[in-house]
């Protein structure tokens, strides 16, 4: 009866176990896949801002360090040197003024297209 018991105990283990790795695997896929979606956009933004640079030194020469200076200025316009980019502006639709989510392409109240206009909104 003792082992009866004990085999009971070590059956639930293991489907714990096995359930317990399933969800590793389903979460480090979905991790995986947020991993894939960051570097693309890393990878548009790296682009974006050669094309940028390149062009701004073409037509208007800049000094290496006045951009480093306005990459300074910029990153601390959110009171923080922290090296990131923090936007606080807020979208709104140009048709109906609803404020909208920036991951969408069209307005989820009146379906108006494109609402990401300038070039930087299209990052995220």
């Not at 639930?12 to 693309?40: C, F, H, P, V, Y």
């Not at 040197?81 to 989820?108: E, M, P």
């Amino acid at each position: 009866m003792l082992e009866f018991i004990w085999d009971l105990v070590q059956q639930r283990q293991i489907r714990e176990a096995r359930d317990a790795a399933t969800d590793a695997k389903r979460i480090a896929k979905s991790t995986g896949q947020r991993l894939s979606d960051l570097e693309q956009a890393v990878d548009r933004l790296l682009l974006l801002n050669r094309a940028l640079w390149e062009t701004l030194q073409k037509y208007h020469p800049v000094s290496e360090e006045y951009l480093a200076a306005k990459v300074q200025e910029i990153d601390l316009r959110d009171g923080r040197a922290d090296g990131r980019y923090t936007q606080k502006s807020v979208v709104t639709c140009r048709r109906c003024g609803k404020v909208l989510n920036k991951r969408h392409t069209t307005c989820l109240y009146c379906g108006a297209p494109d609402l990401q206009t300038r070039t930087f909104d299209k990052v995220r």
